[in-house]
């Protein structure tokens, strides 16, 4: 049997590739108040096709048998509590049960309802991410707390009372109108800006890219740039900056999937498909006169994509976005990228300077990427054994494999110096 046909290798491609779609045709059927029960509903799925599927073989359409399943298993379920759906879903419900089960995937505009869902004003943008980053791409929980800098209890907490919240709140699928769809909006480009960092620096695992979440993020975006939501330049703005980053996951690892720095990278392998569509997003998103922080970040990933070679980088007018976008969106993530342009203008010393306040930031006590740019300047100030200290904790504080083994090769330079 190929690789790609066996049930758990099925399964598993099912599972990423139409979670969000059965999550979301369910959610239109029975209603975003059963948010939960749809979830386990799902997933009881994916179990049943792990047992079944092992004896039997895969069904001729694995997705439809998967919805089929998952929505058998909630209308039986509403039937013994009696909260019913509306006559008309019901009479849809039980006509799909006497038919072949066929794949009844979620057009886009249902993955956009329920995208705007998880982006309810009763939650808090935390809590907007975090259920977002579950019910809509499926995320683990590991893997939701990596991304939001949590532990693995705190991040279930968080889900915890998101899902309350949400289902308290009996949300509407009808999609929002005027000021509360620009505020939803904010909160689903933050998801997307979060998504595709998650797969682009992955937190865990052993590979140093997610390539399944920066193509579920670049999915979601074109879903909003083909809806009314394109008329908002930050979109065009968040759109340039993916595009950009994408470029660039070709030469992010050699060939053995090491990580290579940003200097290290052979930019002949960066994708001139994707930073041409890059400056044509970035220049739709400039066309007004809103500036958000996906344009001053955009405008950074340009100034590295418009560079032929490192040494010809224009740090000076990167240092110059940093402290512009220190202004509009301050966050100890900005002042840490800024401190690494800053060393790259006046210096390793006066980076170092400006590192030391941000060890105090509750915001980073999760995150090997202070210590690890610490470690790399200390390093370059013939401080080695202070470096060794900071590249120990980095190495403590990363669960991704790949950045681990990067991070105890420049450990080993350090005693070669």
Request: aromatic share 6%; proline share 5%.
């Amino acid at each position: 049997m190929p690789e790609a046909h066996r049930p758990e290798v099925l399964a598993e491609h099912l599972f990423r590739d139409r979670w969000r779609d059965v999550i979301a045709a369910l959610a239109r059927r029975f209603g975003p108040d059963r948010l939960d029960q749809i979830e386990d509903a799902v997933q009881g799925a994916f179990l049943k096709a792990l047992d079944r599927w092992a004896l039997e073989g895969p069904p001729g359409n694995p997705g439809g048998w998967i919805y089929r399943v998952a929505a058998n298993a909630l209308l039986d379920r509403v039937r013994r509590d009696g909260r019913f759906p509306s006559e008309a879903v019901m009479e849809d419900l039980v006509d799909e049960r006497q038919q072949e089960p066929l794949w009844f995937g979620a057009l886009a505009d249902d993955v956009l309802r329920m995208i705007l869902v998880c982006a309810h004003p009763s939650l808090r943008p935390r809590e907007s991410l975090a259920i977002t980053l579950r019910l809509v791409c499926g995320l683990g929980l590991h893997e939701i707390a990596s991304a939001l800098l949590l532990s693995d209890q705190a991040a279930h907490k968080l889900l915890t009372r998101s899902k309350a919240k949400l289902r308290a709140a009996a949300p509407s699928l009808d999609p929002p109108v005027g000021p509360e769809q620009a505020r939803r909006l904010t909160r689903v480009l933050q998801l997307i800006y979060l998504l595709f960092n998650e797969g682009y620096s992955a937190n865990t695992g052993d590979d140093l890219v997610r390539q399944d979440l920066c193509s579920e993020a670049e999915r979601l975006l074109l879903l909003l740039l083909q809806s009314e939501a394109a008329q908002d330049s930050r979109l065009w703005a968040l759109a340039a900056l993916i595009s950009f980053q994408a470029s660039r996951l070709p030469a992010r690892a050699d060939p053995e999937g090491e990580l290579l720095r940003l200097r290290d990278q052979d930019r002949r392998q960066w994708d001139a498909r994707k930073i041409a569509q890059g400056f044509g997003c970035l220049d739709r998103a400039i066309g007004g006169e809103d500036c958000s922080r996906y344009h001053l970040e955009a405008a950074i990933a340009a100034c590295h994509a418009a560079a032929e070679r490192y040494e010809e980088t224009d740090w000076q007018h990167i240092l110059s976005l940093y402290d512009q976008l220190q202004e509009l969106a301050p966050s100890p993530v900005v002042r840490l990228n800024r401190a690494v342009a800053l060393a790259m203008v006046q210096g390793p010393q006066a980076a170092l300077a400006v590192l030391e306040p941000l060890a105090q930031e509750k915001a980073l006590a999760n995150s090997y990427l202070l210590p690890a740019v610490q470690a790399d300047l200390l390093s370059q100030v013939a401080r080695p054994q202070e470096a060794a200290r900071h590249y120990a904790r980095a190495m403590t504080l990363t669960h991704n494999a790949s950045v681990r083994r990067f991070l105890e090769g420049r450990m080993a330079c350090l005693a070669l110096a």
